[in-house]
């Protein structure tokens, strides 16, 4: 391994003091893309052309005294789901070929107005199906930790992208655990907000009622940073919690909560991820109730808290993400952009043809799943029973809250493992049993690394937190994150 | 907080028991089916307005009628990746007015999906709404005192348009097709009433008062020959007297009030010719072929359509506050059936008055009436007269000054139709236009002098006028008429003609 990597925040502080300069900041990480991304391949399109003159033209405003926002010059690599204006946005998909967006989503916005540089559009599994990168059009990423794993999925591009120093801070986006399982598999701290908390204008849609966008960095207080950037309301999206909720809860200043402590803080640990159901890693179990004891001896209250419904989220999930992906990616038709077959004799077949050729395996199982539950006769026992187990989770979950600011799990069942470890989707779609029940809820969530498990790989803990909880949510991940590193500095 | 989970399916559905209030027949007189002996019609529609808003329903392009193709268009619009809608509260406060002049409840309502595959429709799903739609239980007055009933009003997304390039201009033959998204995502209001229509002319009644009220509310444009007001019908029948509800039909590509009615007409004698062959209708969509004066099954579906609805996780529901919905209730103007009251009321023909109430030019009529006009007179004016663009600008206190004048005898019928043309051209008061022609009503004594000349050089015609040739009347009349250039009043002829000849 090289040098500790650097931080968004330190390299923003030098940048401002003029230490550093947005130019040579992208060249330092330009230099370490040249050095592995054959070999990583997190990137679907480095931007370097782009980004440079967005770096120059940073430091031109920095040296004429202009404030230039809090990210100004730090590289950030985002997932290629998010739309950029005259940048091919993929999804990874062939059925995307060619298109081009005539629009920038709100996050990419508000990264530009933060003076952030994007370097690029990072892999993913095609329309963010997968918990690997391997189901990407254009072939897996690799986890720069090591190579003959994989990195985690959706998100696994942006994931790696940092972990190998190719970014500072990435985005990515979370509908089942997209950010927070491949944030744990390579080693990095990832988040999902509350739902609403982040704009979805511009991310394109895999399962609306649960996507959310947010930020893989280096440590707990970089991505406190990134989200403050990339929170807020916007009138573009209807699902967008208003500006007032939203600084009544402190969602926009968690930043401040870093500091504080876990002192008297309640802790519960949920009884269900914790090795009760088969898959869980004993390496994993051990270091996520390492982390609940590093919380308890900074002064929280530590307990156990048995959430019956949470396993159930999977089941749910694999019914009402399929549903809304089946009519999201119905758009993608042949008819006005991306992939068409020739040469049909109607429109029909076209579709049909261009569809077929366009999407993957991974993404046609799921469409198909969708279709069938919400067919006539089918709605109710599946799509219709799957949202009353969401109200039970939810329900259970704010119960859990009356008793805990916040609860503890790992984030994945198990380390990053060998790519073709898990090719039978039943198997795949286990590694998001802990990550599931926050998108149904619509709470937050975030995975910060905790020690190592099997193979000497990183293991993640997830920090979950009620509605609009960030706060707390950052404030324990920071304790936690200091523990890690007091216990890395005395291994 | 669970702001998303509001979105979803855990509403308490619409049951159609809840919406039959107006299924009973009411007492009035009802027109004569226009079926073979024993059969009667059961007929419904679904009536779509385009809602007339600066933007559309969901994003902020333009709504427009017309233009080049895809120029009023957006990334929302147009479905593209990424994109989110936005419901245009106009769009709301235009359907909740609807809503209120149709007496329908206005509830919190959610938007759903309609999924299906169809090319000019951007997103291959329609936002429209299914299990809460923003207005339900409403009913309309006819014109003839028959009630029907109005199942819901709800919003929802129009589709685009595709051209089929080809010999034909038919899809099945064509080279290529283009698709022009300028209409793609308007606001439309979905009207469906009960079937509670029994015949041609109730159903074009009920599409025309339909019409008459968005238009008065200011909803819509409500123009049958743009598109902007659209009926489809679904026509049954059954033995008369019978409650059964059989095999229906819906009607698309009706186009007028005339062609609605012919379509109905035609199908339900289909469906009549159908049963008294043994045979029966299948549940289907037609499509009105005008110049065949036929309608003509669709291409035919392998299966039925299932548009696996669920509720839209990309917007959330919209719910009205009471105060909204009060203050939307006081801003209506009077509805149509008030309006046709008030004139009515005044002494006016039923016809002229529906008439003069469709064309807006109601208050012309009960200014004038006001102003101690005759009410028949000006009523003629507003049927007859006016069917002129400009005339709802007409100064109404000038219209009532004409009519006065001529039934005043100030100004024959016919010098009064001229001055009206100009008024609405020019916007000046009728006692100018007329002073400048020189109208001004002719003595009698002249006329007298007038016509005993025209006999002196007629007195074959005359002999024979009052030996009872009445047709020769006209012979007279046209020869004052040119002596006077116009001038003279039709009327007071007759009565001079007739004096005469009883001498």
Known sequence: ?491 | MNQQNDTLENETPVSSTMLSAWTTESSVEREPQGLPDGWEMVIGLDVHAELATETKMFSPATNQFGGEPNTNIHPVCLGLPGTLPVVNGKAVELSIRVGLALNCTVQRCIFARKNYFYPDMPKDYQISQYDRPLNINGSIQLPSGHVVGVERAHMEEDTGKSTHVGDSGRIHDAGYSLVDYNRAGVPLLEIVSHPDIRGPEEAKAYAAELQAIVIAVGASDGKFEEGSMRVDANVSVRPAGSDELRTRCEIKNVNSLRSLGRAIQYEAQRHVDLYLAGDKPVQETRHWDEEGGRTRAGRSKEQAEDYRYFADPDLVPVDPSPQWIDEIRAALPALPRERRQALLDAGGDPENVAMAVQRNLDSLALVAVSAGAPIDKALVHIVNNLAVDGAEELNAEHFAALVTMESNGDLTSTQAKQVLGEMVESGRAPADLAAEHGFEAMDTSELDVLLDGIIADHPDEWQRFCDGENKLQGMFTGQIMKATQGKADGKVIAQLLASKKST
């Not at chain 1, 500072?168 to 399982?181: E, W």
Request: proline share 5%.
């Open chain 1, 1 to 491: 391994m090289t040098d500790a990597p650097i931080t968004g925040l330190t390299l923003a502080a030098d940048i401002a003091a003029g230490r550093s300069s947005a130019v040579a900041a992208l060249d330092g990480h330009l230099a370490r893309i040249a050095e592995r991304e054959d070999e990583i391949h997190a990137f679907n399109l480095v931007t370097a052309d782009q980004a440079r003159a967005a770096a120059e033209s940073i430091d031109q405003r920095l040296a004429a005294g202009e404030d230039v926002g809090p990210l100004a010059g730090v590289p950030v690599a985002l997932k290629d789901n998010m739309c950029t204006e005259g940048v091919a946005t993929t999804c990874s998909s062939r059925i995307l070929e060619g298109w081009i967006p005539p629009y920038d989503a709100t996050v990419v916005q508000k990264l530009e107005a933060a003076g952030a540089v994007m370097v690029g559009k990072t892999n993913l599994d095609e329309f963010a199906m997968g918990s690997s990168t391997e189901n990407s059009a254009f072939g897996p990423t690799l986890n720069p930790l090591d190579t003959s794993r994989v990195p985690g999925g959706s998100s696994g591009g942006s994931a790696a992208a940092v972990a190998a120093g190719f970014a500072p801070l990435s985005l990515g986006s979370d509908t089942g655990g997209s950010i927070r399982q491949p944030a744990a598999l390579c080693g990095v701290v990832g988040m999902k907000p509350s739902y609403g908390a982040v704009s979805r204008y511009g991310l394109i849609a895999f399962a609306s009622s649960l996507d959310q966008i947010g930020p893989f960095t280096h440590d707990v207080a970089d991505s406190a940073a990134l989200f403050e950037v990339i929170a807020g309301h916007d009138p573009q999206d209807s699902t967008s919690i208003p500006h007032q909720a939203l600084t009544d809860a402190g969602v926009l200043s968690v930043s401040e909560r870093l500091s504080e402590g876990v002192d008297g803080l309640r802790v519960g640990v949920i009884s269900e991820l914790m090795g009760s159901i088969d898959g869980f890693e004993p390496e994993v179990l051990a270091q996520t109730r390492a982390a609940a004891d590093a919380l308890a001896g900074a002064g929280a209250k530590v307990d156990e808290v048995s959430i019956p419904s949470a396993i159930y989220g999977l089941s749910a999930y694999y019914l009402i993400a399929p549903a809304e992906a089946s009519s999201n990616l119905a758009r993608y038709d042949g008819v006005r952009y991306g992939h068409r077959e020739q040469g049909k004799a109607n429109t029909g077949l076209m579709m049909s043809a261009s569809r077929t050729a366009g999407f993957g395996a991974e993404v046609k199982r799921r469409i198909m799943l969708g279709t069938y539950g919400l067919s006539a006769g089918y709605h109710d026992a599946f799509y219709g029973k799957a949202q009353r187990v969401r109200t039970l989770i939810i329900n259970d979950f704010e119960r859990a809250y009356q008793d805990f600011d916040v609860l503890l799990s790992p984030t994945s069942p198990c380390v990053a493992f060998p790519f073709g470890a898990k090719a039978d989707p039943l198997t795949m779609y286990l590694n998001d049993v802990a990550t599931i029940p926050s998108n149904l809820a619509g709470h937050p969530a975030l995975s910060v690394p905790f020690g190592t498990g099997a193979d000497n790989m990183p293991v993640g803990v997830q920090v979950l937190a009620p509605m609009l909880g960030e706060a707390v949510m950052y404030q324990v991940a920071a304790e936690i994150e200091r523990a890690a590193v007091a216990a890395g500095g005395a291994s």
